[in-house]
């Protein structure tokens, strides 16, 4: 058995998590021989709460979970971890604007980023997933210098599911057998959810495009993107409360494609900080098709990209570099 690693879930006592612990303490995420050392960071107030998620943790016997450190501190949650869930952020209140919303949860963004940057070890992976998940993890970044960009990332992997899962219904087959559903942007409205590299496996061995097997792209640019894209807010209204077992699971699936790369031909949405790849302004944290190995992400390149897609590009885009900017000027007052 390997020597164990040290993986902190923040927001540890919040609904997310409570999925999470169990995705990553079963051993889907790092493996099922890989022991984990579990840092569990929620405020104060929650500590109560936190306690109860530690005794299940205990009553759950996982083997490979070798300790437990619930807490309130970041410097002892962020003490040489190697993997980082940034879960933890305030939720959207009836009445806040996006911007309150982004003013107080980027400032938790910028502490956290000085505490990965102070006690990480310095190849740690961290993703964010807090909203406004992107510009939290563009600041967490820029507030931890001496940790590679590259080792920040946010999550679309969700929308990406939503996605896969919305194409596999509509072609009446199982969901793995769909590829290369791709998210680009921002995880928000904004995103571009994008078909037209997806492909779907077949009984004897083969693949089709999901365009060609679907054979309807009035739906694929119209309905399949508007219900990707409001997806959460469905959920919301069904649930009344906001995705968790759905975001947990993606959460694991993110932090599992970056932990042990991606397999052949298969292509995972991450959003990472841009390169310039695709005329996406650099320095965003904009989600790309990526491919991973060696714990080293990569942008698919040379895709090419119509004047439908360009604009959809465009779009996500700017949100983002106008959400970059509020950021910074909260972070700086
Ligand atoms: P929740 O409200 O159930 O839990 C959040 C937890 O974070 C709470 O326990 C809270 O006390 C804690 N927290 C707040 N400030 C903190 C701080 N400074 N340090 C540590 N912990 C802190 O919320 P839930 O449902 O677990 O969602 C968490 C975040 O994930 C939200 O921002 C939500 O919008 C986002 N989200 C992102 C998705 C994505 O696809 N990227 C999908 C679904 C949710």
Request: one cysteine or more; proline letters at 5%; aromatic letters at 6%.
């Amino acid at each position: 058995m390997a020597e164990p690693i040290r993986v902190v879930i923040t927001g540890a006592a919040g609904q997310i998590a409570y999925s999470l612990i169990n995705v990553v303490a079963r051993g889907d995420v790092f493996g099922v021989k890989q022991p984990i050392i579990l840092h569990l960071l929620d405020i104060p107030p929650m500590m109560g709460v936190l306690e109860g998620v530690v005794m299940e943790i205990a009553d759950c016997a996982y083997p490979l979970v070798r300790g437990v450190v619930p807490t309130a501190d970041p410097s002892v949650a962020f003490k040489d971890v190697d993997a980082a869930f940034m879960v933890g952020a305030m939720p959207r209140k009836q009445g806040m604007e996006r911007k309150d919303l982004l003013s107080a949860n980027v400032k938790i963004f910028k502490d956290q980023g000085q505490a990965l940057d102070q006690y990480a070890k310095k190849s740690v992976l961290v993703l964010v997933v807090g909203n406004p998940a992107n510009t939290n993890a563009f600041i967490c970044s820029k507030y931890a210098p001496s940790i590679p960009k590259e080792n920040f990332s946010a999550m679309t992997h969700l929308d990406q599911n939503r996605a896969q899962a919305l194409i596999a219904h509509r072609l009446k087959v199982q969901v793995d057998k769909v590829h290369n559903v791709l998210i680009w942007g921002n995880h928000s409205s904004t995103q571009f959810p994008d078909a037209k590299w997806a492909y779907v496996e077949i009984p004897d061995g083969d693949s089709v495009s999901v365009s060609k097997a679907l054979n309807d792209d009035e739906w694929l640019q119209n309905d399949f993107i508007k219900t990707v894209q409001n997806r959460g807010a469905a959920v919301i209204a069904a649930r009344k409360m906001s995705s968790a077992m759905s975001a947990a699971k993606a959460a694991g699936d993110h932090m599992k494609a970056l932990w042990q790369g991606t397999p052949q031909s298969k292509w995972v949405s991450l959003a990472v900080v841009s390169d310039g790849s695709y005329d996406i302004p650099k320095d965003i944290i904009f989600s790309f098709p990526c491919v991973v190995s060696d714990k080293k992400w990569s942008i698919v390149q040379d895709l090419t990209i119509e004047d439908f897609a360009r604009e959809k590009l465009d779009i996500t885009a700017n949100e983002l570099v106008e959400e970059k900017e509020e950021a910074l000027s909260v972070c700086e007052d």
